[in-house]
């Protein structure tokens, strides 16, 4: 890794690859994933992608999704999701994803709370071959550097401006600094703090945690949503989702007598609900999945990956039920950003499960998750692009990176770099007042915490750091329950 870099995604999904193919290609990239690059939630969606099909569905898409969402959802934010989902979809078969179809015709299906077929899908891994693929032509950037097994500790900040990213890396204690001219979050979700979740453990809310830290400001971060049908299993372990298409396909669910107790199609907090229910009525761990009910297609060919899975833990999917139950498994809330996926710090940016951009609302529907990844990562990296100096965020002069060999700190007019025509004087690119970039060698945690917003003790004891941020979490998730039932409390009294 360099010191600094014009972009700093963090994150290898969808939303992190989407930002990084969108930037112009002479943007200096740096990616950074926690883990192996296919250890993201992108990777792990199986249903499909929505779409707008025609705009005679423009109407009944928006309700679906406010419905669902309990109608606090941000209205603009759907709309423009909406929109740009035929854009998007184009976009990713132009980078050869490939979409079930008949002789060349796309075909759509239908999940819970929908109500019409206008999702697209690849098999039972949809997720896979659409990150898959946006992955490969990230990785044939020569302006992208990508570093696995890279850890965000903190950001580099002051006076709410982001100026880069605090990396520790799997062979090094000492947490590196580097710089950067605009960092995006894309690092997913918070399933990691939770004992039974369908997200990979590594995604333990890193940027909540440092939001919280720094004052970034978070919306809805209570609303968590519970998959109602994931396979049942004693072991200690990811949990392993079973589509919302299966349901979609005609599969029933059938309490301990194997008596059908509720509409499949409900939304998910809805169908969790009456799950939860069925099972502490007929005091059980799970409740059963009837796959044989589906009738319409080839289950083995439209669901190859939940069969053999099914089939490995002992179920035959063509004979058997199979026992499932509700597990966390997406985060509606997260932090807050605007239509151009900006949050309430400069030069900071955040899209995918990580991010509220309020398209959501309470609930999100069914197979919305990637699209509005998609959707607002192209929207950050246009933005960047078209706005390298953030104007419209800051009152204060970006000192421009190039001019200073990629030297990202802020100053005023007076505080920018020293331009003089004395050869004795200092070069151009050092900055007079902090020249961490230019120093030799690098400055140390304890130097640049003189100047930032760091804490190098916490640091120094990643386990300890990591059980704070879990800790800090969780708080927050709380404190927000209960402002939220104070709310209601005095609207109804």
């Given at each position: 890794?360099?010191?600094?870099?014009?972009?700093?995604i963090?994150?290898?999904?969808?939303?992190?690859?989407?930002?990084?193919?969108?930037l112009?290609?002479?943007?200096?990239i740096l990616?950074?994933?926690?883990?192996?690059?296919e250890?993201?939630?992108?990777?792990?969606a199986?249903?499909?992608?929505?779409?707008?099909k025609?705009?005679?569905?423009y109407?009944?898409?928006f309700?679906?999704?406010?419905r669902a969402g309990?109608?606090?959802?941000?209205?603009?934010?759907v709309?423009?999701?909406?929109?740009?989902?035929?854009a998007?979809i184009e976009?990713l078969?132009?980078?050869?994803v490939?979409?079930?179809?008949q002789?060349g015709?796309l075909?759509?299906?239908r999940?819970?709370a929908?109500?019409?077929?206008?999702?697209?899908?690849h098999e039972?891994?949809?997720g896979?071959?659409?990150?898959?693929?946006?992955?490969?032509?990230?990785?044939k950037?020569?302006?992208v550097?990508?570093v696995?097994?890279?850890?965000?500790?903190?950001?580099?900040?002051?006076?709410n401006?982001c100026?880069g990213?605090?990396?520790?890396?799997?062979?090094?204690?000492?947490?590196v600094p580097v710089?950067?001219?605009?960092?995006m979050?894309?690092?997913g979700?918070i399933?990691?703090?939770?004992?039974?979740?369908?997200?990979?453990?590594i995604?333990t809310g890193?940027?909540l945690?440092?939001s919280i830290l720094?004052?970034i400001t978070?919306?809805?971060?209570?609303?968590?949503?519970?998959?109602?049908?994931?396979?049942?299993?004693?072991k200690?372990?990811?949990?392993?989702?079973?589509?919302?298409?299966?349901?979609?396909?005609g599969a029933l669910?059938r309490?301990?007598?194997?008596?059908?107790?509720?509409?499949?199609?409900?939304?998910?907090?809805l169908?969790?609900?009456?799950?939860?229910?069925q099972?502490?009525?007929?005091?059980t761990?799970?409740?059963?999945?009837?796959?044989?009910?589906?009738?319409?297609?080839?289950v083995k060919?439209?669901?190859p990956?939940?069969?053999?899975h099914?089939?490995?833990?002992?179920y035959?999917?063509t004979?058997?039920?199979i026992?499932v139950v509700?597990?966390?498994h997406y985060?509606?809330?997260?932090?807050?950003?605007?239509?151009?996926s900006h949050?309430?710090m400069r030069?900071?940016?955040a899209?995918?499960e990580?991010?509220?951009?309020?398209?959501?609302g309470?609930?999100?529907l069914?197979?919305?998750?990637?699209?509005?990844?998609l959707v607002f990562a192209?929207?950050?990296?246009?933005y960047?692009?078209a706005h390298p100096?953030?104007?419209?965020y800051q009152?204060r002069?970006?000192?421009?990176?190039a001019?200073?060999?990629?030297?990202?700190?802020?100053?005023d007019?007076?505080?920018?770099?020293?331009?003089?025509d004395?050869k004795?004087a200092?070069p151009?690119h050092?900055?007079?007042?902090?020249?961490?970039?230019s120093?030799e060698?690098?400055?140390?945690?304890?130097?640049?915490?003189?100047?930032?917003e760091?804490?190098?003790d916490e640091?120094?004891?990643?386990?300890?750091?990591?059980?704070k941020?879990?800790?800090?979490?969780?708080?927050?998730?709380?404190?927000e329950?209960?402002?939220q039932?104070?709310i209601?409390s005095?609207?109804?009294?």
């Amino acid at each position: 890794m360099k010191r600094y870099y014009d972009v700093i995604i963090v994150g290898s999904g969808v939303a992190g690859c989407f930002t990084a193919l969108h930037l112009p290609s002479g943007t200096d990239i740096l990616m950074i994933t926690k883990g192996d690059v296919e250890e993201s939630d992108s990777y792990l969606a199986q249903g499909g992608i929505c779409v707008l099909k025609d705009d005679k569905d423009y109407d009944s898409f928006f309700e679906d999704t406010l419905r669902a969402g309990h109608y606090e959802n941000r209205k603009d934010s759907v709309d423009m999701m909406i929109r740009e989902s035929r854009a998007v979809i184009e976009e990713l078969m132009g980078e050869g994803v490939e979409f079930a179809n008949q002789d060349g015709d796309l075909i759509y299906t239908r999940e819970g709370a929908h109500s019409t077929n206008r999702i697209l899908y690849h098999e039972d891994v949809t997720g896979r071959e659409i990150t898959s693929k946006l992955v490969a032509r990230v990785m044939k950037l020569p302006n992208v550097e990508l570093v696995t097994h890279a850890m965000m500790i903190d950001i580099i900040c002051r006076d709410n401006v982001c100026d880069g990213v605090l990396i520790r890396l799997e062979d090094q204690k000492e947490p590196v600094p580097v710089f950067a001219g605009n960092v995006m979050w894309a690092c997913g979700g918070i399933g990691g703090i939770y004992e039974n979740s369908t997200n990979f453990p590594i995604l333990t809310g890193d940027a909540l945690a440092i939001s919280i830290l720094h004052h970034i400001t978070l919306e809805h971060i209570n609303y968590v949503q519970i998959h109602p049908t994931v396979l049942y299993s004693k072991k200690h372990e990811r949990r392993f989702l079973i589509s919302e298409s299966v349901r979609g396909e005609g599969a029933l669910l059938r309490d301990k007598n194997g008596e059908r107790f509720v509409n499949e199609l409900l939304p998910r907090d809805l169908l969790s609900k009456a799950i939860y229910e069925q099972m502490e009525k007929d005091g059980t761990e799970h409740v059963w999945l009837d796959l044989t009910a589906i009738t319409k297609v080839d289950v083995k060919k439209r669901f190859p990956n939940i069969c053999q899975h099914c089939l490995d833990e002992g179920y035959d999917v063509t004979k058997d039920w199979i026992p499932v139950v509700p597990a966390q498994h997406y985060f509606m809330g997260g932090v807050y950003v605007d239509q151009n996926s900006h949050t309430s710090m400069r030069h900071l940016y955040a899209a995918g499960e990580v991010s509220c951009n309020g398209v959501h609302g309470a609930n999100r529907l069914a197979s919305n998750s990637l699209l509005e990844s998609l959707v607002f990562a192209k929207a950050a990296a246009i933005y960047m692009a078209a706005h390298p100096d953030d104007e419209e965020y800051q009152g204060r002069v970006r000192i421009p990176s190039a001019k200073l060999l990629g030297f990202s700190l802020f100053g005023d007019n007076e505080g920018g770099p020293f331009e003089t025509d004395d050869k004795t004087a200092p070069p151009a690119h050092i900055f007079i007042e902090k020249g961490f970039l230019s120093k030799e060698p690098p400055a140390t945690l304890d130097e640049l915490s003189k100047t930032y917003e760091l804490t190098p003790d916490e640091y120094r004891n990643p386990e300890l750091y990591a059980e704070k941020n879990k800790a800090r979490i969780w708080n927050e998730i709380h404190n927000e329950e209960r402002r939220q039932k104070e709310i209601k409390s005095k609207r109804f009294n």
